[in-house]
């Protein structure tokens, strides 16, 4: 069974920074490609930033230059490190994770979310 547990998430001025973390725990897995998504009311959930297993990352185009995600692969853990956060990126983050396992296959589990608020 698979578990993904988000922290980090919280209130911030604009200009500020905050690091959201995922550990994903459980057995009988192995993870390929990890991310993190957002969803603010009203709005579709969109994807903030994802990362392979060997590194490649990808970012929506509102946060290139200032959010960066991270990995470590032998800690199970995906991170997003924002700086220069707005108060467009007030959302709930969900940490997504592409796993493999021999009796699912190829699926993708999600986290329980964690809420990140910008103050103007």
């Known amino acids: 069974q698979v578990q993904l547990v988000e922290s980090g998430g919280g209130l911030v001025q604009a200009g500020g920074s905050l690091r959201l973390s995922c550990v994903a725990s459980g057995s009988g897995f192995s993870i390929n490609a990890m991310g993190w998504y957002r969803q603010a009311p009203g709005n579709e959930r969109e994807l903030v930033a994802s990362i392979t297993i060997g590194g490649s990352t990808n970012y929506v185009d509102s946060v290139k230059g200032r959010f960066a995600i991270s990995r470590d692969n032998a800690k199970n853990t995906v991170y997003l490190q924002m700086n220069s956060v707005k108060p467009e990126d007030t959302a709930v983050y969900y940490c997504?994770?592409?796993?493999?396992?021999?009796?699912?296959?190829?699926?993708?589990?999600w986290g329980q979310g964690t809420q990140v608020t910008v103050s103007s």
């Open positions: 997504n994770a592409h796993l493999w396992s021999l009796y699912e296959g190829n699926y993708e589990y």
